[in-house]
């Protein structure tokens, strides 16, 4: 037996409640009420074009076989989920319009909004998300499988209502639906072929405000108004252009020069920051990325002496200075971690064990481990593989050696490509690497992954790639993944943080923030935990 709305847990239901307001309230001259209270008097301009940069370009558009970060800025605005999450993780309204969820938790039904239209001007129903959720990205996408493999059945109940029933109890369910995590895709065009080889994958077809007119590779994505959308004078933007600018100081350029009015994750390089916040036409923001809560880290490969010792591993982190790392080398974005799970992240506990730094304590485990400093004082040799993601990294890279050599762990720098590193790392073919992964909302969708061993998987990247395992570890994990009690959840996600923090699998550096740029004239762009990757059904420009 399942309850309405109106007899869900208080915190869905005021979630739902919220989202269906805003819904309700984003017509002409009242969406701003709702997103943007200090433009109360404003009334929505229709019309404009929004132009941002993509950095880089998009391997594709197809956002149910690829979620790499450009991707899911542009199609963002051509795909949706059931849901989107609000500042605090609360789900809102996308496709779904309303959803309950039974008191055993293992029930969860949505009604989805009627009238919608997939952009071929198909209709869009329950069998599309039942085809989408079974079977399409159980097949290519990297997380899906992970959740809708917990569900005993997915059921169309009627064309506008679908049914998820799980095996047992899974609180992060909940958080499983925005666009990234479960883009829902068109049965007509999919069902029975080869996903990965499909010509739409070229031409995507999504119920998005926006449609795809015209890529044209190395220079700019362009969108149009969807004008058959199912929310009345939405959107209120004719179209939305992304520029592909490979040179970082061109994309600073862009943004100063007002070619550009919007900027985000990594288009600006930290050390530009400071300078592109006093400009007078922009305003700066680091809000929008609650949902993925980026979280930086040394990864170290467990597999190599003496990286397994966990006495070598406290003493790196004793001899890195964090805040140094987040003042001087991102210039003040993000905040230094205390544990595995980001601050912003459900169940974070700070009481664990911390690393000041102290190269004195670095020193001391050291010798308990019996590494004595040689006639040049070099007591071990590490290679260091950077993230070849911009100066920013190769930066850090160069801390990383300093911090450590003064310590007497020399450390080799080794420089790649990207997609020589993706391989390497995934191949578990490294020492030591910088990286970073997204936490999904809740630590049983983006946080386990990295230290349970079923996750150690061999040539699969953002797994447990070091090759950490602790029984205890995995059992926690499983445990607070089926448990309805928060506050049980809570404790075992404290113990696990605690485990963690004193057996280091990696070294946490950053809880990363991104600096979002947008043009005064911008309004109700990103309001919500997925910030510039949400649709932008209600985006505006003043004059």
Not at 302 to 321: G, M, S, T, W
């Amino acid at each position: 037996m399942t309850r309405r709305l109106t007899g869900i847990p208080a915190r869905i239901h005021r979630a739902a409640a919220a989202g269906l307001l805003a819904a309700s309230l984003a017509i002409p001259g009242t969406a701003a009420l709702v997103a943007a209270p200090a433009m109360a008097q404003e009334t929505p301009v229709r019309g404009g074009v929004l132009n941002s940069i993509v950095q880089p370009e998009p391997p594709t558009l197809m956002l149910g076989l690829n979620q790499q970060g450009p991707t899911q800025t542009v199609a963002g605005k051509i795909y949706q989920g059931l849901l989107t999450y609000d500042r605090k993780l609360n789900p809102l309204p996308s496709l779904a319009e309303s959803w309950t969820v039974s008191p055993d938790g293992l029930t969860y039904t949505f009604k989805l909004y009627q009238n919608v239209k997939w952009h071929d001007g198909k209709p869009f129903s329950a069998a599309d998300v039942v085809f989408s959720t079974s079977k399409f990205l159980m097949e290519v996408h990297p997380r899906a499988r992970a959740v809708f493999s917990r569900c005993e059945s997915i059921k169309a109940l009627d064309d506008h209502t679908v049914e998820f029933k799980l095996k047992e109890p899974f609180p992060a369910f909940i958080q499983a639906f925005e666009v990234s995590s479960a883009p829902i895709v068109p049965a007509h065009i999919y069902e029975g072929g080869d996903y990965r080889t499909n010509p739409a994958n070229t031409t995507p077809i999504g119920t998005g405000p926006f449609k795809l007119k015209e890529w044209v590779k190395g220079s700019y994505i362009q969108l149009v108004r969807n004008e058959d959308y199912y929310k009345k004078d939405l959107p209120y933007l004719d179209g939305i252009t992304f520029r592909v600018i490979p040179d970082a100081a061109s994309r600073s350029l862009a943004l100063e020069s007002g070619q550009v009015q919007q900027t985000q994750y990594s288009d600006l390089e930290p050390f530009e920051v400071p300078r592109l916040k006093t400009l007078p036409n922009v305003t700066l923001t680091t809000q929008g990325y609650e949902f993925v809560a980026p979280m930086a880290w040394l990864e170290i490969n467990h597999r190599v002496k003496p990286l397994d010792d966990k006495r070598f591993r406290k003493a790196i982190a004793y001899a890195i200075d964090r805040k140094f790392i987040r003042d001087k080398i991102w210039f003040g974005l993000g905040r230094v971690p205390t544990g595995p799970i980001n601050s912003v992240v459900k169940f974070y506990d700070p009481k664990v064990t911390t690393y000041e730094p102290s190269p004195e304590k670095a020193k001391a485990l050291l010798d308990e481990m019996g590494l004595k400093p040689d006639a040049k004082g070099v007591r071990a040799t590490v290679k260091l593989m950077p993230m070849p993601y911009g100066e920013t990294w190769t930066r850090l890279g160069e801390y990383l050696k300093q911090a450590l050599g003064k310590v007497g762990v020399a450390v080799v720098l080794e420089s790649t490509d990207a997609a020589g590193w993706a391989q390497r790392v995934a191949n578990w073919d490294y020492e030591i690497t910088t990286n970073f992964l997204y936490q999904y909302g809740d630590p049983a969708l983006g946080v386990a992954r990295t230290y349970i061993s079923s996750n150690i998987r061999k040539g699969v990247l953002f797994t447990n790639t070091m090759g950490y395992s602790n029984p205890k570890v995995d059992e926690l994990f499983d445990q607070a993944s089926r448990e309805n009690d928060p506050a049980k959840r809570q404790e075992q996600y404290s113990e696990v943080q605690r485990i963690l923090s004193d057996e280091l699998p990696v070294v946490w550096l950053l809880e990363m923030e991104f600096p979002t740029f947008l043009d005064k004239r911008v309004r109700n762009a990103n309001t919500s935990a997925i910030g510039v990757n949400d649709t932008y059904e209600s985006v505006w420009l003043a004059k």
